[in-house]
């Protein structure tokens, strides 16, 4: 090549690729639409581990339920203070039943005069039923075709706690079989949904949790906790009452009478309960609570109270046995088991036979931790898990002390034919169903 030649180059030019609009727009696309997805990933995580770490960083305080069985009976502490409150809240509402017998009085008065008694009643019933719910249990069932309906029964129910969290209403749930679904409807005619908690198959009673979050502001200001009172002692018979919430099984319907008795009983494995019955009707499905004219219940009207010797008359178990069993059902505990039935030794069979005092064995319940323990029909149990045992009641408190799979101990006396022998055993209790 000469000097001075020119030189030749190959020039380019690079040019951007033309864009591909559609491309682009897929692509747009495709980022926006997994964009959205992850976003509702994220916010359905998020709303469902948000109550979980609430819970955690925010635990809700719950306050355990606590209803002591009465140690001792209200006819052995009655004081000049409480003899006369309990006669200033009798007085108000017999007063007009006095004018009607005294002397001198006219048709016309009398007849106000008893008006007026029954008006008094009705108030106080009124004020009263705002610690009754109604409890709605809802079933589904097949009609002849094949077809699903909804199927609801009813019963009255009585507010006896608040927990912080929930609403716990104690009812009978004889009436709910194959319920999958349960309300409860307060005093305001606001019904709101609920949960069984716990039930105790023998007595039939259950607890019903409303979650005070489901509740209107003015429902929780109508409602009242119900006041427990004392059925122990046999000062309250005689005594007027009042049946309240579903007696003849209508809700809001109401009875009036007195206790006729109290010492009728109702035999369930490891309890005894005491029944009262009143002179009021009875209908196949009564419920609700017996109250004295004080307010407080002293009576939880049950399928079960009822006995054979009761007739037709309302029957109720006796708030005073039922507190413990109340207490456990409202705090979510099962009951613990070993599955005998009994009944208290009397002075004039440990007189006459020498039987000694506790708890007289008259069935061992087939298959139960008592029976693979080895006690027997005819034993005295004298002690259970430390604590001496004379009555059934006191047996029935020892068992309900303690949870299913504690292992006790139980002390009985057994007869081998010339004397009874003291034997200690331990029994690891059970579940009760």
């Known amino acids: 090549m000469e000097h001075g030649q020119e030189h030749s180059f190959v020039k380019e030019t690079v040019k951007d690729r033309p864009i591909n609009k559609k491309k682009l727009f897929r692509r747009t696309v495709t980022t926006v639409v997994f964009a ?198 046999e000062s309250i018979v005689g005594n007027p009452v009042i049946a309240v919430g579903a007696p003849y099984g209508v809700s809001g319907s109401l009875s009036y009478g007195i206790i006729t008795s109290n010492g009728k009983k109702a035999g369930f494995a490891d309890a005894i309960y005491n029944v009262l019955t009143t002179d009021m009707d009875m209908v196949n499905n009564s419920s609700g609570a017996v109250i004295n004219l004080s307010g407080e219940v002293i009576g939880v009207i049950t399928q079960s109270a009822r006995t054979e010797s009761s007739g037709g008359a309302i029957c109720a178990l006796g708030i005073s046995d039922i507190k413990t069993l109340i207490a456990k059902l409202s705090n979510g505990e099962k009951r613990a088991y070993i599955g005998i039935k009994g009944m208290d030794v009397t002075e004039e069979a440990n007189r006459e036979t020498g039987v000694p005092y506790g708890v007289y064995v008259s069935e061992v319940i087939t298959d139960s931790p008592a029976m693979r323990a080895g006690i027997l029909n005819g034993d005295v149990i004298i002690g259970v898990a430390g604590h001496t045992v004379t009555s059934f009641r006191e047996f029935r408190a020892g068992i309900f002390s303690v949870d299913p799979g504690t292992i006790v101990e139980i002390e009985l006396m057994r007869f081998d034919g010339a004397e009874y022998n003291e034997i200690k055993m331990e029994i690891t209790t059970g579940e009760a169903e």
């Not at 017999?94 to 009705?122: C, I, L, N, P, R």
């Not at 606001?190 to 259950?206: R, Y």
């Open 36 to 233: 959205v997805v992850f976003g509702l990933i994220a916010c359905l995580t998020f709303i469902l581990i948000e109550p979980v770490i609430n819970q955690i960083l925010n635990p809700e305080e719950i306050t355990k339920v606590v209803f002591p069985e009465e140690e001792v009976s209200p006819d052995e502490i009655l004081t000049e203070e409480s003899v006369a409150q309990r006669e200033e809240s009798l007085q108000e509402v017999v007063e007009a039943a006095k004018e009607v017998v005294e002397s001198g009085q006219s048709q016309t008065s009398s007849v106000e005069a008893y008006q007026k008694m029954y008006s008094d009643f009705q108030s106080f019933a009124k004020e009263s039923e705002k610690s009754i719910a109604t409890v709605v249990g809802i079933s589904e069932q097949k009609d002849w075709f094949q077809g699903t309906m909804e199927n609801e029964n009813t019963t009255a129910g009585l507010i006896v706690a608040e927990n912080g969290k929930e609403v716990l209403v104690l009812a009978d749930a004889n009436n709910f079989k194959g319920a999958q679904e349960y309300h409860v409807k307060f005093c305001d005619k606001k019904s709101v949904p609920a949960k069984l908690k716990e039930k105790d198959a023998q007595t039939g009673l259950a607890i019903y949790a409303a979650k005070l979050s489901d509740m209107e502001d003015s429902t929780k200001d109508a409602m009242v906790i119900a006041a427990l009172g004392s059925s122990a002692g």
